[in-house]
Each structure stands twice: as structure tokens, then as C-alpha cells.
């Protein structure tokens, strides 16, 4: 008998089996027919079997969504011909089916744990933000230009103090002014004693709700901004144990390797600008820290002028040493009152530790700034500072423009008189400015307007009010003899920004005010309207009084306190208003540190005697920082300072 072939089951041929003669023929159909019954049972346990294998074994195939890759792996260790045709089936034969299953699972793991190790790196890169990443490369380039200039520049010997005079005293005869003197003090007690309670170690005061205030000029952290601000007013005040107690706060927590990003201008002129103040004012030796502290900040400073012009940016962070401009500054610009009001601060820098560095960064600007085109002899206010070109042409004496024009003037006072150049700078801005934004009101108050969009906006800032005290300040030794004009000037500027004042409900100025037909001095839009404790028309009530001794110039300055104290007083402090022009005023609940520098430091000094502080000896700067004037025949200010 030919036994069937037997059908093939999975693509394999199981050989035909071969039972051999039959010995017993009478038993031939018996035997036949339990062979075939084994034969079946044989059949079905091996079908049962593969059905099994097909059903229950695992299936590579299935598992290979996970592998990423593993087929490249395990080629090599399978059926080489199959596996490179059919990749979805690995075959993997006889005895090393165990070895091979454990060695895939093997490497399976291995590939995941290197997946997952690789995913978490990714996942670790991407966690550090942009911003970290150039970070970290600014700081590398500011190491290495941190070690050329440490190699270029040998430091110079120290330099003497210059001459320091009167910078205590002032105490007024006539008992009327000595009051308000006494009184003027004691506004500042409580303008200290409440933050002392409510804010320290915070930048600014919120004298309501009773905390720590702050604004994005000082960054992230808390610098104690108002103390370092009120140092010198609490000193020429003889406020000693106040001023020592700040001194203490300065020693043990003034920090300023902080990751915070802080406006250049801001911190300079408050907080260089202060300790350079209290330095000179509370003698070298009792007050080391403040000269340590100051260095320590100008040299967290220096990275904003890494840009392509050496215009500096506007914002650095103190630890990173990356720079970037305002969002809101026209085309990215730098902003001209911002830029161009380091140079006080920075002479003295140089001054002081005999490093040229801070010298030459503010003297690069003058130069750049002086080969520049002027529409009509103005400057405009905004500055590229990577291709060097102006921004929107506007021009202010208010508001992004006003300390640089300040600064040029003070930078010749400060050398004594022999920067020329800075006062010919000066002269050639005023006589821009005098021409085409000076005019006078139908009512016939002069007023500083704003060059906008190609013509004259008839506004004028609060800020704009200092520039009375600048042309007084500046009228000796102005051009043609003009003395006494810029000094008329200076009065005019004067009078119309105490009818600011007058023309309120509060007796206090608004922020701007317009001069648009029968509207004369007084503000139209009511985000205009508000009052933040600003100095500037105090301040120049207090040049005029001291180059006039015009007594109006006290009373206006009384009127103000007058008004201050009714108004801004609260329990927990000082605090600005939001509407001049309402009898019934809110308050914005803020102390800026400013309240303290400035107006109360003006308002004390226009009721003290000329001997303190006098004007030949000492060159304010914008934040009313007394700086000395550098009285060094040998300091040429224009090129290299001979520093001996
Ligand atoms: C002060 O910080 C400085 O006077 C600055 O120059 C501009 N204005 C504020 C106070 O108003």
C-alpha cells in the first residue's frame, strides 16, 4: 500500500511514514485499521501541537513597534535569508531558541534604557530656556574680555579726595525757615521710619497696604533701593543713626551678583550715583563699603556696552551680563536720557579706583554722539545701538531726553570747568532747543515743547521742569554773554511750571500738561493727571533761589510741602495721587525712592543756608547725588585723565 503523502501543515513536508510487509494477513484489516487510528491520533496530537506553537508562542513580529531598530540588531543572530527578505519574521531555530530569546530581550532592554537615557538628555536641553543659553555664552565673553582688560590696563595709584565743603551745616538764621526746615526733616523721619518698618530691604514702599514695593528698574530682587537712595539726604539732614543703620543693611546684604535684570540708567544714577554720595559725604574711611559696593555694581554694568556700537543697552542682567533694549523704544533703540546719563558717575569711577575703563565707555558715546547728524541741531531721542542710526525722530527735554542734556553741562562743572567740549555740546543743544521747541503761550508762559512726527506738540512733561534749574545752573559762562538771559530763562521755565501747579485742585503739578488754545498749563487726558512725588519743579525752584535769592522761590517751595503733606501724607508713609485736579484724591500707594533723594533733599535745602553744599564745590547729579567737583589741573577730561 502506498501510504499518502501527507499534506503539508505550515509550509512544511512531513516525510510519509513506512510501516513495512504485513506479517499477519489475517489480521491484515484489523491491523490496518488500528494503524490507521493511531496513525490518526499521532496526526491530530501533531496539529494540536502546531495550532498551539501558532496561537501561544510570542510573535516577534508583534513586538516589533517597540524595538526601534532591533531588527538591525538581530539579523545577524536569525535566519539571514528570510530575515533580510520577510524583516517582520525573525526565525530563530533549534536548541538556541532559549539563548537567543534571552540574548533579544537583552538587547531590547539595552536599546530602551539607551532610548530613554537619550529622550531625558533631549528633555534636560530643552528645559534650559533660550535666553539661559545665550546666558551662558555672554558670560564666557564677558570672562574673556574681563581677562584682556585685566591684562591691557594696569590700575593707576588712588587719588586724594578732592576738597569736601560744607557738608553739614546750612542752619538759617530767620527761626521762620528753620521751622520749616525742622519740618521738612521730619516729613523725611517719616517717610524713613515707615519704610524702616513696612519695606526694608524692599526697593520702594507701598505706605498703605503696608509692605515692600518694586518695579521692573530694579530687576528681581530686593536691593533696598530707597536706602541706598536716602543715604545722603538722612546724612546732610544729620539723620546719623538712620544713616547708619542703612550703612549696616549696605555691609550685610547689598548684593549685586543677584540674576535679576535691572535698568543701567536706573541703578546707575541711583544707587552708583548714591553710594558715590555717601562715600565723599561720610569721609573715606568710615565709609569704605560704599566705594566697594559702588565698583562692584559699575562693574555689573559694563557688559551692556558690549554692542555693536558701544551704545549700551538699556537693561543687563547683573549676572549673565546680557543686555537688551525696552520692548516699547522705537526699532530697539537705546534711549538718549538713558545712555547719556552715565558720565557723572562713571569720571568719578575712573577717578576713584584709577581704572580708565568707565572713562572711556562714556567718553566713546560723547564721541559718537558729536559725529552724528542733528535734524535742525536736535537729538532725537532713540539710538540704534547695533547700527548706530537714529530711531524715530523725537526730540524731548522732558522724558527720554532730559539728563543727557544735564549730564553735558554738569560734566563740564564737575571738571571744574575744563571740559570744553562737554559745554560747547551743551551750548549747541540749547541753542537747538531754545529755537525750535521754546515757545510762549498765548497767555504768555514760556513753555518747552515736544518735536514730534515732524512738528511741535504744544505738552510739556513734569520731568521737562527741571530745565529751569539747568539754564540757571548753566548761564555762567554760556556763549555771547548770555548770562542773564538763560538765568530769565531758567525763571520763565520756573513760573510756568508753578502755574502748573497752581492751576490744580490739590495744588500739586499733573504729569503734563498742554498749552492748546484757551487750555494754558493744565492736563487734558486723565492719564496725564497724576502726581508721583516728583522733584523737578523743586529742584528748580531751588537753583533759581540760589542764584536769585528771590524769596517767591521759598513760598512756591512751601506751597508744595504744604501740599505734599495734606494730600501724599498717609500713616504708613508718603504716597503719590492719581488725579490733581479732584479735591478728593486716591492715592496710587507707592513711596518712590525718589520722594527721599530728591524732593525732600531740594525742598531742605531751598529753606538752608548757600553754605551747605555749595554749588561751586558740588555738581548734583540727576538723582540730587552731591558728586565733588574735581578740582585737578591735570585731569583733561576730553582725552586721557592724567590720574596722579
Ligand atoms: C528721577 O529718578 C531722576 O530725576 C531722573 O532723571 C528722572 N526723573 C526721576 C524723578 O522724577
Redesign the pocket.
Known amino acids: 500500500m502506498t501510504t499518502p503523502a501527507l499534506l503539508p501543515l505550515s509550509g512544511r513536508r512531513i516525510p510519509p511514514l513506512n510501516l513495512g510487509p504485513p506479517s499477519f494477513p489475517h489480521h491484515r484489516a484489523t491491523l490496518r485499521l488500528s494503524e490507521k487510528f493511531i496513525l490518526l491520533l499521532i496526526l491530530s496530537a501533531f496539529i494540536t501541537l502546531c495550532f498551539g506553537a501558532f496561537f501561544f508562542l510570542p510573535d516577534s513580529s508583534k513586538h516589533k513597534r517597540f524595538d526601534l531598530g532591533l531588527e538591525d540588531v538581530l539579523i545577524p543572530h536569525v535566519d539571514a535569508g528570510k530575515g533580510a527578505k520577510n524583516p517582520g519574521v525573525f526565525l530563530i531555530h533549534g536548541p538556541d531558541e532559549h539563548r537567543h530569546r534571552e540574548e533579544e530581550e537583552r538587547l531590547r532592554n539595552k536599546i530602551r534604557a539607551d532610548h530613554e537615557k537619550a529622550l531625558e538628555e533631549a528633555k534636560e536641553k530643552l528645559r534650559k530656556s533660550k535666553e539661559e543659553i545665550r546666558a551662558e555664552i555672554q558670560t564666557e565673553k564677558n570672562k574673556v574680555v574681563q581677562e584682556m582688560k585685566t591684562k591691557e590696563s594696569k590700575p593707576l595709584p588712588p587719588v586724594p579726595i578732592p576738597n569736601l565743603v560744607g557738608i553739614s551745616g546750612g542752619e538759617p538764621e530767620d527761626s521762620d525757615i528753620r521751622k520749616k526746615r525742622e519740618k521738612i526733616k521730619e516729613m523725611m523721619k517719616h517717610a524713613w521710619d515707615n519704610y524702616r518698618t513696612y519695606g526694608w530691604g524692599h526697593n520702594e514702599l507701598r505706605p498703605i497696604a503696608r509692605k515692600g514695593h518694586s518695579t521692573n528698574i530694579f530687576g528681581s530682587s530686593q536691593m533696598g533701593a530707597t536706602i541706598v537712595d536716602a543715604l545722603d539726604t538722612l546724612y546732610i539732614m544729620g539723620l546719623h543713626d538712620e544713616f547708619l543703620d542703612g550703612q549696616r543693611w549696605i555691609e550685610d546684604n547689598l548684593d549685586f551678583s543677584v540674576n535679576s535684570e535691572v535698568s543701567v540708567f536706573e541703578v546707575n ?1 541711583r544707587f552708583i550715583g548714591g553710594l558715590l554720595a555717601a562715600y565723599y559725604l561720610s569721609g573715606e574711611e568710615v565709609s569704605k563699603i560704599f566705594k566697594i559696593k559702588a565698583v562692584q555694581l559699575a562693574e555689573k554694568l559694563l557688559p551692556a556696552f558690549n554692542t555693536p556700537t558701544g551704545i549700551p543697552w538699556a537693561m543687563v542682567n547683573l549676572k549673565s551680563g546680557v543686555g537688551r533694549n525696552w520692548g516699547w523704544a522705537s526699532a530697539g533703540s537705546s534711549i538718549l536720557a538713558e545712555f547719556g546719563t552715565l558720565h557723572m558717575e562713571f569720571v568719578h569711577l575712573s577717578y576713584l579706583t584709577g581704572d580708565l575703563v568707565y572713562y572711556k565707555k562714556v567718553m566713546h558715546i560723547r564721541k559718537l554722539l558729536q559725529q552724528m547728524d542733528r535734524p535742525n541741531g536736535l537729538y532725537p531721542n532713540y539710538l540704534n545701538p547695533r547700527t548706530g542710526r537714529w530711531g524715530q525722530y523725537h526730540t524731548s527735554v522732558g522724558g527720554l531726553g ?2 543727557f542734556y544735564e549730564y553735558l553741562l554738569k560734566a563740564w562743572l564737575m571738571s571744574d570747568k575744563t571740559d570744553h567740549e562737554a559745554r560747547k555740546m551743551y551750548d549747541d543743544a540749547i541753542e537747538a532747543i531754545e529755537k525750535h521747541l521754546i515757545k510762549k503761550s498765548r497767555g504768555g508762559l514760556i513753555f518747552i515743547g515736544e518735536w514730534k512726527n515732524g512738528h511741535l506738540e504744544k505738552k510739556m512733561g513734569h ?1 521737562a521742569c527741571f530745565a529751569g534749574g539747568m539754564f540757571a545752573l548753566g548761564a555762567d559762562g554760556s556763549r555771547k554773554d548770555k548770562a542773564g538771559h538763560y538765568l530769565e530763562l531758567g525763571a520763565e521755565i520756573a513760573r510756568t511750571c508753578h502755574e502748573s501747579y497752581d492751576r490744580t485742585a490739590l495744588k500739586l503739578g499733573p504729569e503734563s500738561f498742554k498749552f492748546d488754545g484757551a487750555v494754558e498749563a493744565v492736563a487734558v487726558r486723565q492719564a496725564e493727571k497724576y502726581y508721583i512725588l ?3 519743579v523743586i529742584e528748580t525752584y531751588w537753583y533759581l533761589w540760589r542764584f536769585t535769592h528771590d524769596p517767591r522761590y521759598r513760598q512756591w517751595g512751601w506751597e508744595a510741602a504744604l501740599a505734599i503733606e495734606k494730600y501724599c501724607r498717609v500713616s504708613g508713609g508718603f504716597s503719590g495721587v492719581k488725579d490733581v485736579y479732584s479735591s478728593t484724591p486716591t492715592h496710587d500707594d507707592v513711596q518712590q525712592s ?1 520722594f527721599l533723594a ?1 524732593t525732600l533733599k531740594y525742598l531742605y535745602l531751598l529753606f538752608s543756608g548757600d553754605d551747605l553744599l555749595p554749588l561751586d564745590h558740588w555738581v548734583f547729579n ?2 540730587a547725588h552731591p558728586l565733588p567737583v574735581l578740582h585737578l589741573a591735570n585731569i583733561t577730561l576730553s582725552g586721557n585723565p592724567a590720574v596722579r
Open positions: 544714577i532730559d539728563s520731568l516728583r522733584p523737578e525718589f530728591e540727576t538723582e
